[in-house]
């Protein structure tokens, strides 16, 4: 009896040993599938409006965050002040004023930040220069003019960090090239007029461009500066007229009234199409798989649409309190930054 206890004490602690492994197998389990689910752009269903902060009284247009995600930049429909938000308690760290002597008001501007957090390039449309603000200190340290009787109708900034393009006079296409961090004219190089939005790709291979008046998209080749490709898209129209390339440098999302146009970055083929009608500058997860775009909700009112990349599906249409202009992830894809038309700021967060 007591050998037959003995054995039977053995057996019952392996099985609690086996027991114990395949609870704790299981707990890995569940916890890689929470990371996963954690991932920046992963599920856009998580996303929430959880709190807000008011700008001012006007309606907002473009903000960005910084790269190192401790600031929100934010510009009003006017471009009348440049609005920094400090993303760890949404106080409104200050407003740097952009309408003083030489500078001036503007129907629509375009707020960009350098790959490497240090500074903030302004441009209101239809001035002739680009404000460079310096975030250590949250002041314009620098403007870049770039040349009489001209007007900037859009931009675009290298990934590296090392140029930045302007488009200048809707008429002309030209576009000028600036080396940062020194704000030097370097070059000037030819796209399609009436420019409205442009991106540089992801390896620094191309310039994209929108004309918006003949409803083209085209890609212009760097450093040689050859426009390689262009195509018709009768989406492409005055309101919104932008798009964005992909993390991965393909495809591209060209915004249209009715309709999101998918092209193949090399060659500008139709590869897809989304039926989402938009409103302002998309943006995307800072992992590519899904696409942020604000239009309008079932309500009338704005909301932001979620599009997965991998399959091009519109999955979830997120309504805001107001008609919403930009939206801007953070760069760890856990916050959503919508702005309103009437000066607020949204925040929406998993």
Not at 175 to 185: A, G
Request: aromatic share 8%; net charge negative.
């Amino acid at each position: 009896m007591v050998a037959s206890y003995a054995v039977h004490g053995r057996v019952g602690i392996r099985d609690v040993l086996v027991m114990r492994i395949r609870s704790a197998a299981l707990a890995l389990l569940v916890l890689a599938s929470s990371c996963m689910h954690n991932r920046p752009g992963v599920p856009p269903d998580a996303y929430r409006l959880v709190d807000s902060v008011t700008i001012g009284d006007q309606g907002l247009y473009d903000a960005q965050v910084l790269p190192n995600g401790r600031f929100i930049y934010v510009l009003d429909m006017w471009a009348e002040a440049l609005s920094v938000v400090r993303t760890s308690d949404l106080d409104l760290v200050t407003q740097i004023p952009l309408n003083q002597g030489w500078w001036g008001d503007a129907p629509e501007a375009q707020v960009m930040c350098s790959p490497s957090s240090d500074y903030v390039y302004v441009m209101p449309y239809s001035y002739d220069y680009v404000g460079v603000v310096r975030t250590a200190s949250q002041l314009v340290v620098d403007s870049l003019r770039l040349g009489e009787e001209i007007e900037v109708t859009c931009s675009a900034i290298s990934s590296d960090g090392r140029h930045l393009y302007v488009a200048i006079d809707a008429e002309s296409g030209f576009v000028v090239v600036s080396r940062l961090p020194e704000n030097v004219v370097e070059d000037t190089i030819f796209t399609l007029g009436a420019c409205t939005s442009m991106e540089v790709a992801p390896d620094g291979s191309r310039l994209y461009a929108i004309d918006i008046d003949e409803g083209r998209v085209c890609a212009t080749s760097l450093p040689d500066n050859a426009i390689e490709w262009q195509v018709s898209d009768e989406d492409v129209s005055d309101d919104p007229g932008a798009f964005v390339v992909h993390p991965s440098g393909s495809p591209l999302y060209v915004l249209g009234d009715e309709r999101i146009s998918v092209r193949e970055s090399g060659t500008g083929l139709l590869v897809g199409s989304i039926p989402v009608s938009s409103h302002r500058r998309p943006d995307i997860a800072p992992d590519g798989s899904y696409l942020y775009v604000t239009c309008t909700g079932s309500a009338g009112n704005g909301a932001v649409a979620a599009v997965r990349t991998s399959d091009n599906e519109v999955v979830r249409v997120i309504a805001m309190p107001t008609e919403v202009y930009d939206v801007a992830p953070s760069p760890d894809g856990q916050k959503l930054y919508v702005t309103g038309d009437n000066g607020k700021l949204y925040v929406l967060s998993r």
